[in-house]
């Protein structure tokens, strides 16, 4: 048993059969249980609540003990390891068999949209790809630990968001967590000392770079510490625009960019002026289509100016005067130059394409080399149905107050984006993303879904019928209309 320790990555336990570049436990990890007595007893609650509450508040723990519980905190049983999060989610997937049982109601709100259906495949071809390149059981295990940690999330934030009363009071829990996990991370930059570090973070001490602290909360890093609060600060602009809980949404705005400011990396702090930017762009909603192209013409113009590719303009950001900009610009640089490397079912060689490149510290490189060129297809395309489906919404709620929820999630999607470009979200903080699609999903059906349904009907049987029949959906409907009906 030995550490891992890396610039990306916090302090990982690892065994004799540790696959390199993952930070997931399956295949590899602690050889035996590290549960502490109080973690025991925050998990055991939490299991009874997300079983016997009512389906719109199991949201409530299984959010806080995903979330605050950090991930050294798990049960080895059978040779694989359940963290916390995990069974968290486990018994969140026991309460969406159950509701599918006891229920009338659909299992999703929405129905089994595109989103969901990209999601699963670029999840599966992950997954698959995987195990085609180590071929070992150990991958195999690995796998369905990674499988948990997001499609099984997803399915279970799917169930327990539905509507826009769910969303919100989602958000006043990530609110009063945000909160938390603030003051805990100023306190870290006070103290050298980091609280969670006695509940199985693995590390007490915080790094320090370039003489400055980057507190990380209960998460692995202060990358994803920091980043998994600056995608929140749209949100929270929501929860105030809505008008009832606008402590709360102080509060969280506050204690997310506090978690930014004390991660003191420069991606969070991008995804966290991605976020405003969003926001402030609100008078351009009408012209997202001219906006789109002019910045894709900008990208031409910088490709042809520059003597290096565009995307090494990553390497000239540094926000924080320790940043790893250029590591971020030669990961893509040399993901697009090994494309046929990677293109079939992924690679575990990228580490050998130059210095430190084993670490995937962007979540559209990790998907490709991971996955291959399928999962990096619907990796993508999750993200541009879910533009697409928040962009129809906004225009059939023109002028409507449901239009600034719409926009406000889009602008959360856009800092996720951001964030992805520096970050992989290996740790519990893949919640907040995972979170946030299920969110747009529950927002958007059923705009698009009654949008579908005042389509006129063009079956002469429907027009025989009276005033009470259903319109039908027609062919011409277009997909983002038909997923969400």
């Not at 192209?293 to 320790?322: C, E, R, Y």
């Not at 999962?375 to 409507?400: C, D, N, Q, T």
């Not at 059906?445 to 079956?459: E, F, N, Y």
Request: charged share 15%; net charge positive.
């Amino acid at each position: 048993m030995g550490w891992l320790l890396s610039d990306a990555k916090a302090c990982t336990m690892v065994g004799p059969d540790y696959i390199p570049g993952q930070s997931h436990y399956f295949g590899g990890g602690a050889i035996e249980t590290a549960l502490n007595p109080t973690v025991l007893v925050i998990l055991v609650i939490t299991a009874v609540l997300i079983l016997v509450l009512p389906r719109k508040y199991v949201i409530v723990p299984a959010l806080v003990t995903s979330i605050l519980v950090p991930l050294g905190q798990a049960v080895v049983a059978g040779g694989m390891h359940w963290q916390v999060y995990r069974l968290v989610v486990v018994c969140g997937l026991l309460r969406v068999v159950v509701g599918g049982v006891s229920s009338r109601q659909p299992l999703f709100a929405g129905g089994f949209t595109l989103i969901d259906r990209a999601f699963v495949i670029c999840m599966a071809a992950q997954a698959i790809g995987f195990v085609l390149q180590y071929m070992q059981t150990d991958a195999l295990v690995n796998q369905f630990g990674v499988l948990l940690d997001f499609l099984g999330a997803y399915v279970f934030l799917r169930f327990a968001i539905r509507d826009q009363a769910d969303i919100f009071r989602a958000l006043k829990c990530l609110a009063v967590l945000t909160v938390v996990l603030g003051v805990c991370m100023v306190r870290e930059q006070i103290t050298l000392n980091n609280i969670f570090g006695n509940f199985g973070l693995g590390r007490s001490v915080p790094e320090i770079r370039e003489g400055k602290i980057r507190s990380q909360g209960s998460f692995q890093h202060s990358l994803t510490a920091g980043t998994f609060g600056a995608i929140l600060l749209p949100l929270f602009f929501l929860l105030w625009k809505n008008g009832r809980a606008r402590v709360l949404a102080v509060s969280g705005i506050i204690g997310c960019t506090a978690m930014t400011i004390c991660s003191h990396s420069s991606t969070p702090l991008l995804t966290y002026v991605a976020g405003i930017l969003g926001t402030c762009i609100w008078f351009l909603r009408q012209k997202m289509r001219r906006l789109r192209w002019v910045l894709v013409g900008s990208v031409l113009a910088l490709q042809i100016v520059m003597k290096a590719p565009f995307w090494f303009l990553i390497a000239h950001i540094d926000l924080t005067g320790g940043s790893s900009g250029y590591h971020r610009a030669l990961l893509i640089d040399m993901f697009i130059r090994h494309f046929w490397d990677w293109w079939l079912i992924g690679t575990k060689d990228a580490g050998s394409w130059d210095y430190d490149l084993w670490d995937q510290q962007n979540q559209f490189v990790s998907a490709g080399e991971t996955g291959g060129l399928i999962a990096l297809i619907f990796f993508v395309a999750v993200i541009s149905y879910s533009f697409a489906f928040l962009g129809k919404a906004r225009r059939i709620v023109e002028g409507r107050r449901r239009e600034w929820e719409v926009w406000f999630l889009g602008c959360s999607l856009f800092a996720t984006i951001t964030g992805f470009f520096g970050v992989n979200l290996y740790d519990q903080s893949k919640i907040v993303y995972v979170a946030l699609l299920a969110m747009i999903v529950a927002v958007t059906a059923p705009i698009l879904k009654d949008q579908a349904d005042k389509r006129p009907s063009t079956d002469p049987a429907d027009a025989q019928s009276g005033s009470d029949a259903r319109p039908a959906v027609t062919s011409d409907s277009d997909p983002e209309v038909l997923a969400a009906y």
